[in-house]
């Protein structure tokens, strides 16, 4: 079996790198190693590689500069991916791709479930939805896993920031209305190599969206906290007091870009194909913590 893991250097494509290895045979390419806009060099790999399946953890991720480049948010999270998953079904390649829960735009009071209508408030969760369209136009055979809040000991994220924070800052300040969960890496790649190897074993997962996160609800303010109680039982030296975490509102967070105020994604569909439970958010973002002190980062 062969696996093309594209954006191998990002935070999710480090921790799927690792996890599939044993898998098969693995061609892990960064952005600097194929740029997924270029539509040449994405038919030379595929036609010279020839692989069973294509993992797409390659995105324009900065929700930020997404609305400073809406041009270039939508050629890769858009544009690119869709070609992509036209080249993958004119040769019968299984595409695995990650999506999030920008395509939502949070006013539902429950979880949102694949179904849901979507209705993104920024240009991050525009281009990320035109991706999501243009899978499903291609008619290949997809597998889409949306997710919220991505941490690891890898990249720029919310654990590791916040870990920097409580060790140097005197206080901070951590938005506490916008609800959702953390989710590692190592789970969501957890998850992939279930379903590929469930298909070695011919055991198809049905082709679609699925959401993939922890059990649990939780808010920043709740995460901020959390890592704080991780860290302090571990002896890190820290700057400030568990009281000199503030919550704020989201509306007094200095930020162009508004973003859903509920994350909260229904999972029970992903929960019936997984051969183990998906853990509590809390067990998933410890181990996070974890290994962020352990190698100081």
């Not at 829960?101 to 990320?128: A, M, Q, W």
Request: glycine letters at 4%; hydrophobic letters at 40%; aromatic letters at 8%.
């Amino acid at each position: 079996m062969k696996i093309l893991l594209l954006g191998s250097k990002g935070q999710l494509g480090i921790e799927l790198k690792n996890s599939l290895k044993d898998l098969g045979e693995l061609l892990s390419l960064s952005k600097d190693e194929l740029d997924i806009t270029d539509k040449e060099k994405v038919i030379q790999v595929l036609s010279d590689f020839q692989p069973d399946f294509v993992i797409t953890a390659c995105a324009f991720t900065n929700v930020e500069e997404a609305e400073n480049n809406a041009e270039l948010a939508f050629k890769v999270n858009g544009e690119a991916i869709g070609f992509i998953a036209k080249e993958v079904f004119s040769r019968k390649i299984k595409l695995l791709h990650f999506s999030t829960d920008y395509v939502f735009d949070g006013l539902k009071t429950g979880r949102y479930k694949e179904e849901d209508s979507t209705s993104p408030i920024n240009v991050y969760g525009h281009s990320k939805l035109l991706g999501e369209q243009l899978i499903k136009q291609s008619q290949c055979h997809y597998y889409i896993f949306r997710t919220t809040w991505v941490v690891s000991k890898d990249g720029k994220n919310f654990a590791k920031t916040i870990l920097n924070l409580i060790k140097n800052k005197s206080e901070i300040k951590v938005i506490k209305d916008q609800i959702g969960v953390p989710t590692s890496t190592e789970l969501i790649s957890k998850v992939i190599k279930n379903l590929i190897t469930s298909s070695l074993d011919d055991q198809i997962w049905e082709k679609g969206i699925y959401n993939l996160t922890p059990t649990g609800r939780s808010s920043w303010f709740d995460v901020a906290k959390y890592i704080y109680q991780i860290a302090k039982e571990n002896n890190i030296k820290l700057s400030l007091n568990i009281d000199n975490i503030l919550p704020i509102l989201s509306r007094n967070y200095p930020s162009k870009v508004k973003r859903p105020s509920n994350s909260l994604l229904d999972i029970s569909k992903v929960n019936k194909m997984i051969d183990f439970d998906l853990p509590k958010w809390e067990d998933d973002l410890y181990k996070v913590v974890i290994k962020l002190i352990e190698e100081n980062v």
